[in-house]
């Protein structure tokens, strides 16, 4: 089932992201910016999902399962007036614990997002992924999505 974020998911969304952070911190360039600091990151999460359910900042959908959160997107608009679109969605967030892989939460939790901002009146819809994320550029592909630009960063110098 998905459904909106409620402070009751606040943790479970916080410690899932946790869960998945060491791999994504593996796999990904140090310039990326992951670190090991787990406590900075379960509270950096939790206050961003404060925001989303104070109506400051976009919105978090959950996918639940036997009552548990198994999966979770979140999403805002970025206004770019100076180009057409002027608004386009950015999915900021897609996450599905590996208990519940391989099952269409990751396709319905995109499926929702994308919903949500055509209610919106936002038809074009993107999402960043790490460049060594093979599986998540092999899903993102098959949902149709294709690559717009690419982001380049670099470390501080000596």
């Known amino acids: ?9 606040r943790d479970a969304v916080a410690a899932l992201w946790h869960a998945l952070y060491a791999d994504h911190a593996r ?16 509270a950096s999460i939790t206050a961003w999902l404060g925001r989303i359910l104070a109506g400051d900042e976009g919105f978090a959908l959950v996918a639940a399962s036997d009552g548990k959160v ?3 997107v979140a999403g805002f608009v970025r206004d770019q007036a100076w180009l057409d679109p002027p608004a386009i969605g950015v999915i900021g967030a897609l996450m599905v614990a590996p208990t519940h892989r ?6 319905a939790l995109v499926r929702a997002a994308e919903q949500r901002f055509a209610a919106d009146g936002i038809g074009v819809v993107e999402a960043a992924i790490g460049e060594a ?4 550029r092999r899903f993102w592909k098959a949902e149709g999505y294709g690559t717009v630009r690419h982001v380049v960063a670099r470390g501080p110098r000596a």
């Not at 796999?27 to 379960?42: I, N």
């Not at 391989?102 to 396709?107: F, N, V």
């Open 102 to 107: 391989r099952q269409g939460l990751a396709r």
């Open 27 to 42: 796999r990904e360039s140090p310039v990326a910016g992951f670190r090991p600091d787990p406590p900075r990151l379960v």
């Open 70 to 72: 198994a999966g979770f």
């Open 133 to 136: 994320n093979r599986g998540a």
């Open 1 to 9: 089932m998905i459904r909106p974020l409620t402070g009751d998911d």
